[in-house]
């Protein structure tokens, strides 16, 4: 399983600003191939910037990304397409295009970039809405349907060209816990069935312990990584005061070296 | 009863402050001056006491009044003991002087004069480099129109066409209708003096025709169209679906920009060649109505007044004006910040812009003319 082992997200020394106000500082870690990655940290910590930077939206001031050992801000725009192609972003809204119906933003992404016939386009389009549970909704504006279907159907337009990685921003915001729950599910199974690499920014406790294979916590203080490794991990053995409580919402302090 | 305040001393350098009535924000409450003053004119005091036993009803005002005086009395080193208080009230003075350790974000000093003046010019020359940077992409997505690449849906610009198009059909009349009466009203009193009220005719037709007819359909739609481009971009950038169109490698100046730029590039010569008409014959239903002109001889001299050259010119600032309407539109819409202030500030600098570029290119267009002697 060497293949497994190899980063298909590295980032080296990478600065994040928010209008010109810097809020990371030196961001170093890297994303195995297929598993769950979850980026946490309270509001304003710099990862909603973060996840802009990871998706090819905008340039960091310093350090660099590679993408299974490609540097996407060294590659010419057709390099950086091709690189972002690949992805598939949950955004925290939803972003489904509201002029399109919800059939028509999962087919737009497939009529630009695979090969298929309309009538294919078509089959696929009811299969994505299919395994978010949407089957039916084809015809359906996203101002129809409540704010939890509307976060699967971007989901099913995330995954409408296969992509190898998948971005969510914050997919539990806005969700009524029974909702947020489905989604968690959703993003496991994908990880089981499509094999993708997975990337979560989020501060929901619930689903970092429900999804996350390996997490980075940032703190907004030091403008800093200050803990990385398995969730539930870093909760058992974590000697840092910060991450126990930002773990279990403050309510138990670390153990005393 | 309102709020009152007294003071006594149980011990050397210690001062009690009794408060007695109601201490509600809606009956006032007593300045805390009163007790700065007693603070003053008694030098000794180390500590200050409470006695609320003759305290009403109280809410946030007392504990306002409070947490000012604590926060003075800390300032002079005089210790405050909050025995004495409301229960109620000593909870949530200690959520409000509890120190948290949290480090503040910066918050931007006041600039300098000459800084802001400095600040200013950047950002317009800022302002400049990203119209000349999105009308550039504007050409490469016609470029591509016109080879055949671009993409973008059929049936949302049909859809564009229609709004700026058809459904403007209406206020266009009513406003270039009432121009043309304008006009023709104007020209009256004036040619009325010579005897000369068949020229009338001339001035309406030459007047709407050339420039007329263009900056009113330009104003009517910079109100109308421009507007609505903003809010529509600029919701959709709030919502995230334009990043959603780059993320899958979608141009959105491509997708969104460069229909809406067509459809207002055509739209606009049509509708002010509409706009002409109506004001013509708005011009000739006062004249021949209310002036009593002579009908025929009124359309006969429309006719030789009005040259070819003259609906050229008019033409040529309706698709400027398209141009300039759409382009302020979009740009401000995809420039808008993320919050409902943000569109605002979209749509209104929108329609600002575009009028305001309508009357400068209108003045540049007439000195070319000028120049050209058409």
Redesign the interface.
Known sequence: MEEAKKPVIEVRGLDLSYDD?AVMRNLNFSVKKGEIFVVMGGS?CGKSTLLKVL???KEPEKGEILYEGINFWEQDEAGQ?KI??R?G?L???G?????FTLGENIA??LQ??SGLSPEQIREMVELKLALVGLSGYTDFYPSEISGGMRKRAALA?AIALDPDIIFFDEPSAGLDPLSARLLDDLILQLKDTLGATIIVVTHELASIFAVGDNAALLD??SKSMIASGNPKDLLANSKDPRVIQFLTRGEKQAMPA | MPAKLSFDYPSAGSLRVKLSGNWQIDVGLPAENEVISELSSHKDITQVTFDASEAGSWDSGLVSFLFHLIKDCERKNIRVSHQGLPPGVEKLLALALKVHSRIMPQKAAAEHFLARVGSKALEFSAGALSLFNFLGEIAVAFGRLFSGRAYFRRDEFISIVQKCGVDALGLVSLISIMVGVILAFIGAIQLRLFGAQIFIADIVGIAMIRVMGAIMTGIIMSGRTGASFAAELGLMQVNEEVDAFKTLGISPVEFLVMPRVLALVIMMPLLTLYADFMGIAGGFLISTRVLDLNPVEYWQHTQSAVSLSNLWIGLIHSVVFGVIIAVCGCLRGMQCERSAEGLGVATTSAVVNAITSIVVATAIITFICQLLGV
Do not use: D, H, K
């Open positions: 106000y304003g998706i090819g939206l397409q972002m192609r992805f972003v955004y925290q809204g972003a489904l295009w509201s002029s737009l992404p630009l970039y337009r907004t203080e």
